[in-house]
């Protein structure tokens, strides 16, 4: 996608083997891009949301073992990056994925060939991400364009929670892809922005994105959502998703299900927009089995944002001495999903459903 007309993904290597990425921690204020040199700096950022989103977590880690095997491409260094990288984000599966691909390539290999393997899958991962949700946009177009077919060519409305757009994945992003793709489609298309606490993703992230991209948007409340459903303002919400189970229970930012919860009282359409690294095969319950990561408190009592004289800076919003929660995730069971949009098409959550687009992993 483009940032004042000028074509961006959210990682890339630079030619002189450098790889690249958008601090998104500054973002909507100011654009910092910054150099990951190491495995120490890797890990930094997939914890510390320099970079966030289950298909990006992925391929940063893949990256990050790329710049690992240049350093050491030992065997004790390749299980010793695993272990590392993994422990910085539990909940998004698409970092195990990569993390197991990455060994998958590299462990038969001598370790004299894997700096330049692990470079090489590292791009191809970043690759197909980018082919996998553009899919995802062609897929969930005819969704939106139903819908506008329905309404006479009138206005389609859609709800997104935190942020599942381009800087979320390499390039297009997942649920904001149908978004763009209607946008290039000439569809007349609103989106009602979830600010999405408490890092306001969707404040600071998906704002910025429609901003840049021309894409006519109003910010709301979390809260907003169930009021505008009940009167008919919206007409379908889209997110993403950090981990789907086998039976299709989606796992994605904190508040989701309520968003689901409001959808179905309310008969509006509510779609999950599902690259098939993000489906976790060996899990069936999610509410039971998806560990649901717990951030620092800080998030919850702080806000972050732009100052007078145009500092950008954490406000304390709570009493000094409150204890937060902050659980980062919860779970939506498949039962509140009308539709999975996956880079093959659309399914049904369930078990049926998804073994039915991807028979060669549901064996």
């Known amino acids: ?11 890339w290597r630079e030619a002189d083997g450098t790889v690249q990425i958008i601090d998104q921690r500054w973002l909507p204020h100011e654009l910092r891009i910054v150099a990951l040199t190491n495995r120490k700096e890797f890990a930094a950022a997939i914890r510390d949301m320099w970079v966030r989103g289950a298909p990006l977590i992925g391929a940063t880690a893949a990256y990050g073992v790329a710049v690992q095997m240049a350093a050491d491409p030992s065997d004790a260094s390749l299980a010793e990056t695993w272990q590392v990288l993994h422990e910085t984000r539990p909940t998004a599966i698409n970092l195990r994925w990569a993390l197991d691909e990455m060994t998958r390539v590299l462990k038969p290999l001598a370790p004299a060939d894997r700096a330049a393997a692990a470079f090489q899958r590292a791009a191809e991962i ?3 991400d980018v082919e996998i949700n553009h899919r995802i946009g062609v897929n969930g177009l005819e969704i939106i364009r139903k819908i506008a077919e329905a309404k006479g060519g009138g206005r389609v409305n859609v709800l997104t929670h935190c ?19 209607a946008v290039e489609a000439g569809i007349d298309i609103h989106v009602f922005v979830d600010e999405t606490r408490p890092r306001n993703q ?14 006519s948007h109003d910010l709301i409340v979390d809260n907003a959502g169930g009021h505008l459903m ?5 007409d379908l919400c889209i997110v ?6 086998a039976q299709g229970d989606v796992c994605n930012k904190i508040g989701t299900y309520l968003k689901a919860l ?4 309310n008969g509006v359409p509510f779609y999950v927009a599902l690259p098939s690294p993000t489906i976790d095969w060996t899990v069936r319950d999610g509410v039971a089995e998806i560990p649901i990561e717990e951030r620092a408190q800080a998030e919850v009592t702080h806000v972050q944002g732009k100052m007078p004289g145009g500092v950008v800076g954490q406000v304390l919003i709570s009493p000094e001495g409150t204890p937060a929660r902050n659980p980062a995730f919860d779970v939506t069971p498949a039962r509140l999903v009308t539709g999975l949009i996956t880079e093959r098409g659309v399914a049904p959550a369930s078990t049926k459903g998804l073994a039915a687009m991807f028979p060669e992993r549901a064996g």
């Open 202 to 215: 969707g404040a600071q992230l998906t704002a910025w994105e429609m901003l840049n991209h021309g894409v």
């Open 262 to 265: 409001a959808a179905q009282d």
């Open 230 to 234: 009940q009167h008919g303002e919206i």
């Open 240 to 245: 993403g998703t950090d981990r789907t189970t």
């Open 163 to 181: 942020n599942a757009g381009w800087l979320a994945t390499v390039d297009w992003g997942t649920a904001t892809s149908p978004i763009y793709h």
């Open 1 to 11: 996608m483009k940032i004042d007309g000028t074509h961006y993904r959210s990682i």
């Open 126 to 128: 970043c690759d197909e």
